[in-house]
C-alpha cells in the first residue's frame, strides 16, 4: 500500500499499511523532502501507530530519519485512560534539547577575537565522548539535578532566577522518581553533570543573518548582526542507561500486559502500571538533569563572554526540550483530554493561546528552536496555535540526517571538513576529527527546507536566520 499525499507539505500513511494500525499516519514533508525519508522510517511511522491509545495520528516531522523503534522526529500522543509510555518514543539522550542565549553585541565586534573566543569556550566547558566536568557533583547534588533540575542549578549559583521563565517547564518537571535511576545511571551521570557531550552536541557562536519578522523578532530581543549562543546537549551517560535500564523492564511488560507490538524496540507499558510510572519517574529525572546541565553550560558561557566583553549581556531567550514524554491537556474530538505527548526528535510549538509559554512572549507563542548543521543556517520561529490541531502542538527539531555515520566516515575527512568550514569563515574545534567527518553539513537535509515545510504548514512562523560563526564539538 502507498503512501497517500493529501496536502501540500502532509502524506498520509493509510491504516492498512500494516496490520493492525489504529490511526493513520502522518508525514509532514515536502516533495523534495518527501524523496529523503527512507522507506524504513514509514515503517515506523505505522509501526508506532499500531501502539494502544494512541489518538489522531502517529507523526513524523519533516526531518523525520530512523531511529529506535519511532522515528527521529516522530510525534505520537496517547490517552491517559487505555495508553501506553514508551522510552522509544522518548530516545536515548533524555531531554536532549536546545537553548539560545542572546547577546548585545555585533557580530563585527565579536569576529576579530571568533578564534580566542572558541578556544577558552573549548576550554570552559568540558566536551568529547564520556567528558567529565569541572563540577565534580556530589551524590546529594546529583540528586538535586535530578529532583529540580535548572532550579537547583541556579540555587547552586549557575545562571539567575529569570532564565527559568525561559525555561520550557520553567527547567524543572514534575514528577521525578530518583528511586527509579539505577546505580550504574548515577555512576555515569554524577561525572558528567555540565559537559556537552560528543557528536551532534555542539556550542555554536552565530550571527542573526535574517530578520523574517520584525515584530516577534523584537519581542525576543533579536535583530539583525547580532551575536547569539546556541547550546545543544541532554542528559549524557545518565539518560542513556536510564533508557537502557528502563528498557529491559518495559520488555518484559510487554509480555506481561500482553501487548502486541510490530517491533521489540516500542517497548512500553500501560499507563497506570508500575512499570510505566516507573520508567516516567526515572526519565523526568534525566529531563531535569539535562536543564542543570545547559544551564551550568550556559553559566561558563557567560563567564567567558564576560572575561573579553566584559559587561555584555547574554540573555536566555528560550530552552526546548525536543526528546521527552510529557502530560498535556489537547483537545481531542472536541473535548479536552489529558494525553502523554512523545516528541523524540521533536520540539514543542505551542501558539498564543497556550498558558505554558513565557509571559514575556505571551500574544505570541514558544520560541522554537532549529539548529541546522555545523556549516549550515538554524532558525527561531515561533509556535503557532494552528500546531494544536495538527500535531499536538509540535514541530521539527533541526535538519535531520540523510547519512549514516559510518557513510560520512568512508566520504569525508576530519580535516576536509575542517578546511572547508574554514574557507567559509567558519571557526571550529573538535575533540576527534573523525567526529568532524561524521558531523560534516552534507549529512543533513537542507535546513531551510525542512523549515519551510513547518512554516508552510502554519506550525510555526519563521523569526530569523542564525548563521553559525564558530562551532565547539564534542
Ligand atoms: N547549528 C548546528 N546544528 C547542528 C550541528 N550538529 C547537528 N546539528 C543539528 O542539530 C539537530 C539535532 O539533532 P539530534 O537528533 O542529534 O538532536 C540535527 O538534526 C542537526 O540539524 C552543529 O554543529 N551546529
Ligand atoms: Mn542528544
Ligand atoms: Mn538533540
Not at 232 to 261: E, F, M
Request: aromatic share 6%; proline share 5%; charged share 20%.
Amino acid at each position: 500500500m502507498e503512501i497517500e499525499k493529501i496536502d501540500d507539505n502532509i502524506y498520509e500513511v493509510p491504516i492498512g499499511y500494516r496490520p493492525g494500525m489504529r490511526v493513520p499516519g502522518r508525514i509532514f514533508v515536502s516533495a523534495a523532502l518527501r524523496e529523503m525519508v527512507e522507506p524504513g522510517t514509514v515503517d515506523q511511522v505505522a509501526n508506532v501507530a499500531t501502539l494502544p491509545g494512541i489518538v489522531g495520528h502517529s507523526m513524523a516531522m519533516p526531518d523525520a530519519h530512523l531511529g529506535y523503534g519511532f522515528p527521529i522526529g516522530g510525534v505520537a500522543a496517547f490517552k491517559e485512560q487505555g495508553g501506553i509510555i514508551s522510552p522509544g518514543g522518548v530516545g536515548f539522550d533524555i531531554n536532549c534539547g536546545v537553548r539560545l542565549l542572546r547577546s548585545d553585541l555585533q557580530a563585527r565586534d565579536v569576529q576579530p577575537l571568533i578564534n580566542t573566543l572558541l578556544d577558552a569556550l573549548f576550554q570552559a566547558v568540558p566536551s568529547g565522548l564520556g567528558s567529565t566536568g569541572r563540577l565534580h557533583a556530589t551524590d546529594r547534588q546529583l540528586t538535586e539535578s535530578f529532583l529540580r533540575g535548572a532550579e537547583w542549578a541556579v540555587e547552586e549559583g549557575y545562571g539567575v532566577e529569570s532564565d527559568l521563565d525561559f525555561c520550557e517547564e520553567n527547567g524543572s518537571m514534575p514528577g521525578a522518581d530518583p528511586s527509579q535511576v539505577g546505580v550504574k545511571a548515577r555512576k555515569r551521570g554524577r561525572p558528567q553533570l555540565g559537559t556537552l557531550g560528543s557528536g551532534n552536541h555542539f556550542l555554536e557562536i552565530q550571527r542573526v543573518e535574517e530578520i523574517y519578522n520584525p515584530e516577534i523578532a523584537k519581542r525576543f530581543g533579536l535583530f539583525k548582526g547580532q551575536i547569539t549562543v546556541m547550546i545543544h546537549c541532554g542528559s549524557r551517560g545518565a539518560g542513556h542507561q536510564i533508557c537502557t535500564d528502563h528498557l529491559d523492564v518495559l520488555s518484559k511488560a510487554v509480555r506481561k500486559y500482553n501487548i502486541d507490538i510490530p517491533d521489540k524496540q516500542l517497548a512500553c507499558a500501560p499507563l497506570g502500571t508500575p512499570e510505566a510510572d516507573h520508567y516516567f519517574g526515572a526519565m523526568v529525572c534525566a529531563a531535569n538533569y539535562a536543564w542543570a546541565n545547559r544551564h551550568i553550560i550556559a553559566h561558563w558561557t557567560r563567564e567567558v563572554f564576560d572575561r573579553y566583553f566584559p559587561g555584555s549581556q547574554l540573555q536566555l531567550l528560550y530552552d526546548v526540550a525536543h526528546n521527552v514524554a510529557k502530560i498535556e491537556e489537547h483537545r481531542v474530538e472536541g473535548k479536552k483530554e489529558r494525553l502523554y505527548v512523545h516528541r523524540k526528535g521533536a520540539t514543542r510549538a505551542f501558539g498564543p493561546s497556550r498558558t505554558e509559554i513565557p509571559a514575556a512572549y505571551e500574544g505570541l507563542g514558544q520560541p522554537v528552536l532549529i539548529p541546522g548543521s555545523m556549516g549550515t543556517a538554524s532558525y527561531v520561529l515561533c509556535g503557532q496555535d494552528k500546531a494544536l490541531d495538527l500535531t499536538f502542538g509540535s514541530a521539527c527539531h533541526g535538519s535531520g540526517r540523510v547519512m549514516s555515520r559510518s557513510q560520512a566516515l568512508r566520504q569525508f575527512t576530519g580535516k576536509e571538513v575542517k578546511a572547508a568550514l574554514n574557507r567559509d569563515g567558519i571557526a571550529v574545534r573538535s575533540t576527534s576529527p573523525g567526529m568532524l567527518a561524521e558531523e560534516a553539513p552534507q549529512v543533513y537535509k537542507p535546513s531551510g527546507d525542512v523549515v519551510d515545510v513547518v512554516h508552510n504548514l502554519g506550525i510555526a512562523t519563521r523569526v530569523a536566520r542564525l548563521v553559525p560563526l564558530g562551532v565547539s564539538k564534542g
